[in-house]
Structure formats: C-alpha cells, structure tokens
C-alpha cells in the first residue's frame, strides 16, 4: 500500500490517495475547532487520540455487528479506510438534551427524552450546517428514499451499539454525529469518525451531581484541557477491548 496525492485537507484530517483506488489513507491532525472554525487550536497529542479512540471504537462496534469504512490503524495518527462517495450530511442521534437541540427547545442540558432522537444538518461550513428535514434531502438529491431509509437504519444501530460501549465503560451517550457514505457498488457504510469531537460523553463514575464532560465541550466552552479526557476515554476502551478479546493494536501498512 503506497500513500500517493492529498485529496483533501479537513478541520481534523487530511485524506490521501492510495495505490488501492478503494482504500484512502487518513491522518489525523492535532488541531481542534469550534462554533464552524470560529475558534481554533494546536492540541498536542490530540490527533493520536482521536486516532486510536476511533479505532477502537469501529472494532468494536463491528464486534456488535455494526460494519464501517475502518480498515486498519497504520500508525499513531494513521489509519486506511474504504473509499467511499460521502452523503453531504451530519447524522445526529440524540439521548439526552444537550447542545444546540436544549438551546433550540429551551430545555435544561440533561433533560430526559423519552426516545432517542434522529436529526439531519446539511454538511456545509459556508451554510453552517444548516437542519434539514427527510423530504429536503430526497428533494435536493442528496439521497434517495431507499437510500435515506438505510442511513437512518444504521444511525439508530450505531447508537444502541455505542451507547452498549460507553456504558459498559461508565459513560454516558448524550449525542453523537456520524457520517455516511456509499461504495462504488452502492453499499451504504458508516465512514469518517466517531471520537470525543463527534461524540458527548458524560463520566458516570462522577459524583458531583454536574456533569462531568469527556469530550469537546471541554474546549468548546473552555472548561479545561481535553487531553486528559481524551486519555482516560481511550484508556477505558482499551480495557474494555481487552475484556472482550477484541484486538486493537496497530497493524503494517502492507497487511
Ligand atoms: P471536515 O471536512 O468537516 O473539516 P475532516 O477534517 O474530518 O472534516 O475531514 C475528513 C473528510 O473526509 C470529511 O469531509 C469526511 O466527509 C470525509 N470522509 C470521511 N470518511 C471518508 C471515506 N471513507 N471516504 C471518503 N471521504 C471520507
Ligand atoms: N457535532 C459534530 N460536528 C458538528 C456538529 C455537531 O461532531 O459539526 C456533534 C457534537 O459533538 C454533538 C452532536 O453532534 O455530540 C450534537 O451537536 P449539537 O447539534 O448539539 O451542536 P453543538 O452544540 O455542538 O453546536
């Protein structure tokens, strides 16, 4: 496997051609972003984070029968993943009040809901991101019907089994955002990442009745480094993985 041009370079990523036309190769990069780029930083170590949480996270979820785009981790910021043409959408699914959705309700953050909730952002940093419904994404060509249905199968299946994940490490799945994408033969494949920038995570082994943020609201409202959060997060999955004799570790590039 052969690393050839950058095809794009993202907020948190840069993806590069391979040899393989159905393989890209990812790196993850330490910057972090906020509020549509508003606010932005270095993160030292938070690129290999992000890269081995999401790892972690596709292998076991594929260990629950919930396939994705994850090939292989290559390294500690690289991993390759299937190529695939991406539907132009932010997938959120939603356990708990929290974010924009208590803002947008005015609702307290931690509100119970009484089923999880699936939201649409058309992905547009220019729009930013703008909600959009299910008859505006079939009507603007963004998916078909057939294809709508499947992505909101596998968001749904991708939240039982994450939220399955996090409990068993003492966490709590507010909300998390996902992306899809469709491979040359038309099969519909959770793709991009899933890590504490895409994810709320709420430590349930705190007891001090606030909510203990695991993720990016830390930067996001400035309420401390994320690197700890990020480590402890990752060092729970490991044990988990471990727990379920799922294997984790970095394989060669040439595998
Ligand atoms: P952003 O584009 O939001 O700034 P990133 O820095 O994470 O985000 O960039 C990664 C880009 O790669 C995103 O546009 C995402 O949709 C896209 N992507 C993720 N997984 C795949 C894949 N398997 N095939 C093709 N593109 C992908
Ligand atoms: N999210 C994301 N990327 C985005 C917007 C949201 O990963 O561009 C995630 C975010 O981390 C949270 C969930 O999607 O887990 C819901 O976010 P929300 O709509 O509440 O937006 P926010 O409050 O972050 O603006």
């Not at 349930?204 to 409202?221: T, V, W």
Request: glycine share 8%.
């Amino acid at each position: 496997m052969e690393k050839l041009e950058k095809l794009y370079e993202g907020k948190a990523k840069k993806m590069y051609a391979t040899d393989d036309p159905n393989v890209l190769w990812v790196e993850y990069m330490n910057q972090a972003t906020a509020g549509n780029g508003a606010k932005k930083a270095q993160i030292a170590g938070k690129g290999s984070l992000n890269n081995r949480i999401t790892s972690v996270l596709f292998d076991l979820l594929a260990a629950r029968g919930v396939p994705s785009h994850f090939l292989r981790r290559i390294s500690d910021t690289e991993q390759l993943v299937r190529r695939m043409d991406m539907f132009p959408l932010e997938i959120i699914m939603r356990n708990v009040a929290a974010g924009s959705f208590a803002k947008r309700y005015g609702v307290e953050e931690g509100t119970e809901l009484r089923c999880p909730i699936l939201e649409f952002c058309l992905k547009s940093d220019e729009l930013g991101d703008p909600f959009i419904n299910d008859d505006a994404i079939v009507a603007l060509g963004l998916a078909d019907e057939r294809q709508l249905a499947e992505i909101s199968r596998q968001a749904r299946a991708v939240n039982d089994a994450l939220t399955d994940v996090f409990a068993s490490i003492d966490v709590r799945l507010a909300d998390f955002k996902i992306e899809e994408g469709a491979t040359g033969d038309g099969t519909i494949l959770l793709a991009d990442e899933i890590t504490p920038d895409t994810c709320r995570l709420w430590d349930l082994r705190d007891r001090s009745g606030r909510i203990e943020h695991l993720d990016k609201d830390l930067f996001r409202r400035d309420l401390g480094s994320i690197i700890p959060a990020y480590e402890e997060i990752h060092s729970r999955l490991l044990a988990l993985a471990a727990s379920e004799g799922v294997e984790t570790g970095e394989k060669a590039v040439t595998e």
